[in-house]
C-alpha cells in the first residue's frame, strides 16, 4: 500500500520559516516527480513546487519563487519543502504528491497525494 505522510506543519508568525517532510512508503518514487500542493478554505487545490526524479529540475508557482525550496532524498523516498518569508496567504493545508513526470505535476497530473499537513501563518 502507497503511502504518503506528511509532517513539518504548524502555526508560524509572518516571515518565519517551516521545513515540511513527506515520507513514501510502499514503492519507491526514485523514477517519478514529487511535489506540493495547498489549499486554503474555500479555494481550489493549487499547485506550490515540483521537483524530477533526479532533482535536476524544480518548478514553483510564481508566488513562492525565491521564497520556497523543494528538495528530495531518494535513498530516503523523502520529499521536503523548505518555506521561508512566510506570508498569512500562505496558510493552507500543504499535500504531497508523487508519480508520472514534473510536467504532468505542474498540471495537477497526480499518481498519488498524501492526507496533508496544516501551515497557519499569523499576521
Known amino acids: 500500500q502507497v503511502q504518503l505522510v506528511e509532517s513539518g506543519g504548524g502555526l508560524v508568525q509572518a516571515g518565519g520559516s517551516l521545513r515540511l517532510s513527506c515520507a513514501a512508503s510502499?514503492?519507491?518514487?526514485?523514477?517519478?516527480?514529487m511535489g506540493w500542493f495547498r489549499q486554503a478554505p474555500g479555494i481550489e487545490r493549487e499547485f506550490v513546487a515540483a521537483?524530477?526524479?533526479?532533482?535536476?529540475?524544480?518548478d514553483y508557482v510564481n508566488s513562492v519563487k525565491g521564497r520556497f525550496n523543494v528538495s528530495r532524498d531518494n535513498a530516503k523516498n523523502t520529499l521536503y519543502l523548505q518555506m521561508n518569508s512566510l506570508r498569512p496567504e500562505d496558510t493552507a493545508v500543504y499535500y504531497c504528491?508523487?508519480?508520472?513526470?514534473?510536467?504532468?505535476?505542474?498540471?495537477?497530473?497526480?499518481?498519488?497525494w498524501g492526507k496533508g499537513t496544516l501551515v497557519t501563518v499569523s499576521s
Open positions: 504528491a508523487a508519480g508520472g513526470r514534473i510536467a504532468q505535476m505542474t498540471g495537477g497530473v497526480v499518481e498519488y
Open positions: 510502499g514503492r519507491t518514487f526514485r523514477t517519478s516527480a
Open positions: 521537483i524530477s526524479w533526479s532533482g535536476g529540475i524544480t
